[in-house]
């Protein structure tokens, strides 16, 4: 199975509508994610990115995003998607070491590192949060959909459509191409059923996607 029918089982997975054939990518006993709490998820995520962002990118320039990443994969646990803030660990992908060599105090490290475990903390507890209030499962989870077009402000630009999938105030972006791809070998009848199909689409692009520099030079979160 390739990458791209592995996505496609997680998502068929999603809403119910996994086949035999998706044993392998997709594990019955783990729970389907809502579309609110992927985005609760995505938020949580792009507001730590811009919170490593704040305190590295002067000593690290354009290269925080892959220091981010590093510093991701080497603090988090047991698959989870969040950073342990743990006060004892010194695992940090490297972090420590690209700060020193660009000129930061030891102090200035340890505060560092300090507000990255606050922040990641903060991060899971968001992530995490039970939400309150008088809309029901359905509305919360609704995802909202609409087609735009980017480009083509020069002579030789070419236009590209894309689709914005929405839930609450999270919104994610996918070329009009990708998502008529999905939309086709989607194992369901995603016209008679395109809000079940937008929700699996939703929560496919926030399990995959990424806070991006652009997200967090925004300070959203």
Not at 49 to 63: D, I, P, Q
Not at 136 to 158: C, L, S, T, W
Request: one cysteine or more; proline letters at 2%; hydrophobic letters at 35%.
């Amino acid at each position: 199975m390739d990458a791209v029918d592995a996505v496609l089982a997680r998502m068929r997975a999603d809403q119910g509508v996994a086949s035999d054939d998706d044993a392998s990518a997709a594990s019955d006993d783990v729970p389907a994610p809502s579309p609110r709490a992927l985005a609760r998820e995505h938020a949580a995520m792009r507001a730590l990115a811009s919170v490593f962002c704040e305190r590295t990118e002067k000593a690290l320039g354009r290269r925080w995003y892959s220091h981010f990443e590093a510093w991701l994969c080497a603090t988090r646990r047991d698959g989870e998607a969040f950073p342990s803030a743990r006060d004892d660990d010194e695992r940090d992908g490297g972090l420590a070491r690209s700060l020193a060599r660009a000129g930061l105090s030891t102090g200035e490290i340890k505060r560092t590192r300090r507000r990255l475990r606050e922040a990641a903390g903060k991060a899971r507890a968001n992530a995490n949060a039970n939400e309150r209030g008088g809309m029901d499962d359905a509305r919360k989870n609704r995802v909202r959909a609409r087609r735009f077009e980017v480009g083509g402000d020069g002579v030789k630009a070419k236009r590209a459509e894309k689709v914005e999938l929405a839930c609450g105030k999270v919104k994610l972006e996918l070329n009009l191409r990708h998502y008529e791809l999905l939309k086709t070998r989607w194992r369901g009848d995603a016209r008679r059923d395109e809000d079940g199909f937008h929700r699996a689409v939703f929560c496919v692009a926030a399990r995959y996607s990424r806070a991006t520099r652009r997200d967090a030079e925004r300070r959203e979160g």
